[in-house]
Each structure stands twice: as structure tokens, then as C-alpha cells.
């Protein structure tokens, strides 16, 4: 594409994002094939043109003086003037008048174009083809979001039952069951730390009908394993986050350390002699313990454990003096004095402790982390669904009773947009993928 046709394109765009793009496939065809005539830049500029312009609502194409019954034949009769100001359709349009202007600077490719009126048809008639395909797709997708759902919905949790993702997607499902008249289930599909069920969802038909439930593991698997069978950025359509909660710092009472500070000066004090339990390789608590054992400098072996509740036990028991796990399971023990709580690695304090103080309170900066359950659809998603099941979402976390049970859970509602989820996938992705490569934690093998 010339240096004034790409101008062309972006300027076309400047007032407003495209909404949906026009399918993959459809696409790959029909640039394919118009770049195949590279006499036709114009032709190849009119591709890229419809296919970004299509993908606008309706009120965004209104605001450029277009209407999409129109478009597809404004867009291609320009393209057959050569984008001539005085002849086209779009003559009147501010965002042709580049494309027009370069295209007379051209007169080289002006003569060319003119000259090649047999393979101009063929592209043309192809532009025709990937049009109506693309119109076609869109008017299936505006149809399947108005009718959504008339059948039952999964939710896969790639875990085992009882989890804390496994509790929250099923008071998800049983809400929506009610708010959108259709039945929502959960299915759990458990296996290689979360991979296995993601991935089965990430191959599913892109309809609204498979979602999915992750926990903080769908963003530190990618670093974490050698191999996953998922891309979370490019695979997946985000919805919401509709909980998270932070880890904990504990001691048995049997550490003298009442504070961050004096357990820190005391591992300094008797380097090689503490260990602090974690709930497994890649959980967001064994990498807060990480994050805290490299920021501090100081000697501090990590002892793995399949899953918190051993964890913790081990730790009331003495045998690990120091845990990093989820506050959820840690907080009966906590209560019971059992454990000493050192600090939570939230923003602010949580209701339930609120005598424990944040790791930035306790002089540990940039170290919040937090587990979270979040809902997630395949990529390709109809937009319009999409936006259906955020908006359910973000008025279910609003009831009473399940605000109590997500607090019973030890987790605060959040409910974001699919933007926002969108942003913390990305964010997250890099921070524990930081964390997995500073502390030299070799790749596991998926199972």
C-alpha cells in the first residue's frame, strides 16, 4: 500500500474505533488477492478502507455522512473513479479528500490503473464477495446477540470442585440463570495447573454458549509452563473480574517477629534457618514470597505444597515457620490465633483483619497481588454478548447475599469492564512473567 493510501486508512479511522473486525479469513482473502494486482493500490486501499469502516457502529458511520446500506457501493464506486473529487460519491466526504489528491499526484499509477480494467473487475467483483460475506457475518452475530441465550450456557472452571473459582462461577451461574432466563452451569474440567480446561475453551465456537472461569493462573501459566496450549491476549474474550483477594504474610506464634520489619531483620540475623510455605510452583503466593525474599535480599527457602490448606498446616504446626498463601484459607487460623498475621498484600486493609496493615504499610512497596476469579469468553465473541454478560455481572456482584458470600469468601467484588480485564491481562502477564524469570524458577512440563 503507497505511503498516502496507508495515511488514507488512518485518517479514515482518526474519529473513532473500529468495533469488530471483519473475519480473519475474509479478510486474508480479499488482501491477498487485491495486493496480487499491484497496479490496483487503490483497489488495495478501498480493501482495507470498507473493511475498518464496516466494523463502525452505525452512529460513528452517521457522524462521517455515511450509512451502511450505502457503504459498500460508495467505497467501491470511488475506488473505480480513481477517488476523483469531482465524480465520486464520496466527493464531499473530508476523509476521501487525501486519498483523492494523492491519487492525482500519481499519474503514473493513475495510467496504470486505467490501463488494467480487466483485473480491476476481478478485484472488484472479490471486494463484491468479501462485502456481502462480511455483512452477512455481521448480520448473523447482530441476530445471535438479540436472541442470546436460548439454550443452556457452560461455564468451564479448569479446576477441581470446591475451589474458591469453582464457588464463585456457580453463584455466577445460578444469578444468571435467573437475570437472563436460561439455564448457566458449571462444568469443571481440571488438569495441568488450569491449561487443560482453558485451552478446550479457547477451541470452542465463539457463540456466547462455553465461557469460562480463571483464576490469577490463566496469566502466569504462559511463563510459568514451557509450553501452553492458549494465548490469553489473542485467544480469549474478556468479560469481567468478578472478585479478587490478596495474599497473607504469616508466622507460627512461635516467631518472635510481631512485624514485617522484625521478621525481616530477624532472617537477616540467622541466614540459611527459615523457609516459608507456599501452596505451589507459579501460585501468586509463592511469588509474593519470591518478590519478598528478592527485594529484601535475604536467605529464604521456599517449601512447595499442593495447595494452601497443607500449607498452612504445616505452618501451625511449626514445620514451616513463615507462609505466603491466599487470605481465604489462612483467615479461620488467623482468628483462632493459630497463625500471626504480618501484613496483606492489598491496597488497603480488609474488613475482616483490620488490624493487619497492607504490605505498603508495612515498608513493602509494589508488592500487591491478589488472586482473582474472572470470566472470560473465546475470541470472536459478538461483542453484544459480550457487553450482555458484563452488564449481568456487574448488577449481580450488587446483591446482598452474594456480597456476603463473596465477603464470606474473603473476596471483594470488582465487576471491571472488558476493557479494563483486557488491560490486566496484559499487565499481569508481564509482572509475573518478570517475577517466574528474576527468580530463575525453571518452566514446568504440562502434564
Not at 495510467?111 to 448480520?139: Q, W
Not at 477441581?160 to 440463570?177: H, Y
Not at 502466569?220 to 485467544?235: E, G, I, T
Amino acid at each position: 500500500m503507497t505511503t498516502h493510501n496507508q495515511a488514507f486508512v488512518s485518517d479514515a479511522l482518526a474519529a473513532g474505533e473500529p468495533a469488530a473486525p471483519l473475519s480473519n479469513r475474509i479478510r486474508s482473502i480479499a488482501l491477498r488477492f487485491v495486493a496480487w494486482v499491484d497496479t490496483c493500490a487503490d483497489y488495495y486501499a478501498a480493501a482495507a478502507i470498507y473493511e475498518q469502516l464496516s466494523a463502525l457502529s452505525d452512529s460513528e458511520l452517521a457522524r462521517r455522512g455515511l450509512a451502511r446500506a450505502t457503504l459498500a457501493h460508495d467505497v467501491r464506486a470511488a475506488c473505480d473513479r480513481g477517488f476523483d473529487v469531482a465524480r465520486s460519491p464520496l466527493a464531499m466526504k473530508p476523509w476521501a479528500t487525501e486519498a483523492a489528491v494523492g491519487t492525482k499526484r500519481d499519474g503514473e499509477r493513475a495510467r496504470l490503473f486505467e490501463k488494467n480494467k480487466r483485473r480491476r473487475n476481478v478485484v472488484n467483483n472479490i471486494i463484491r464477495f468479501a462485502v456481502t460475506l462480511g455483512t452477512l457475518i455481521g448480520a448473523n452475530a447482530a441476530s445471535l446477540a438479540q436472541t442470546y441465550p436460548d439454550r443452556p450456557v457452560k461455564i468451564v472452571v479448569p479446576f477441581a470442585p470446591a475451589g474458591p473459582t469453582d464457588v464463585i462461577a456457580r453463584i455466577v451461574a445460578d444469578k444468571l440463570s435467573i437475570s437472563l432466563g436460561k439455564q448457566f452451569y458449571v462444568e469443571n474440567r481440571a488438569g495441568a495447573g488450569g491449561n487443560t480446561g482453558t485451552a478446550a475453551v479457547a477451541a470452542s465456537p465463539a457463540d456466547g454458549y462455553t465461557l469460562i472461569a480463571v483464576a490469577t493462573g490463566f496469566v502466569v501459566n504462559p511463563s510459568l509452563f514451557a509450553k501452553v496450549p492458549y494465548d490469553p491476549v489473542k485467544d480469549f474474550a474478556p468479560i469481567s473480574i468478578v472478585a479478587v483477594s490478596p495474599n497473607v504474610v504469616t508466622v507460627n506464634p512461635s516467631v518472635p517477629a510481631k512485624s514485617v520489619n522484625e521478621l525481616i531483620a530477624l532472617i537477616k540475623a540467622n541466614p540459611g534457618k527459615f523457609s516459608f510455605a507456599s501452596p505451589g510452583v507459579g501460585s501468586t503466593s509463592h511469588l509474593s514470597g519470591e518478590i519478598f525474599r528478592m527485594s529484601q535480599g535475604i536467605d529464604l527457602v521456599v517449601v512447595q505444597f499442593t495447595g494452601a490448606g497443607p500449607a498452612i498446616q504445616n505452618t501451625v504446626g511449626g514445620h514451616t515457620p513463615i507462609a505466603f498463601t491466599a487470605l481465604p484459607p489462612a483467615a479461620p487460623q488467623i482468628t483462632d490465633g493459630k497463625l500471626r498475621a504480618l501484613a496483606v498484600t492489598s491496597e488497603k486493609r480488609v474488613r475482616g483483619l483490620p488490624d493487619v496493615p497492607t504490605v505498603a504499610e508495612a515498608g513493602l512497596h509494589g508488592q500487591e497481588a491478589y488472586t482473582l476469579t474472572g470470566m472470560l469468553a473465546p475470541a470472536g465473541t459478538p461483542k453484544a454478548i459480550i457487553d450482555l454478560l458484563h452488564g449481568e455481572i456487574a448488577k449481580i456482584v450488587k446483591l446482598p447475599d452474594v456480597q456476603k458470600r463473596l465477603d464470606d469468601l474473603g473476596f471483594d467484588v470488582v465487576a471491571n469492564s472488558p476493557d479494563d480485564f483486557a488491560a490486566r491481562i496484559k499487565t499481569d502477564m508481564e509482572k509475573w512473567g518478570k517475577v517466574i524469570r528474576d527468580a530463575k524458577i525453571k518452566p514446568q512440563e504440562t502434564q
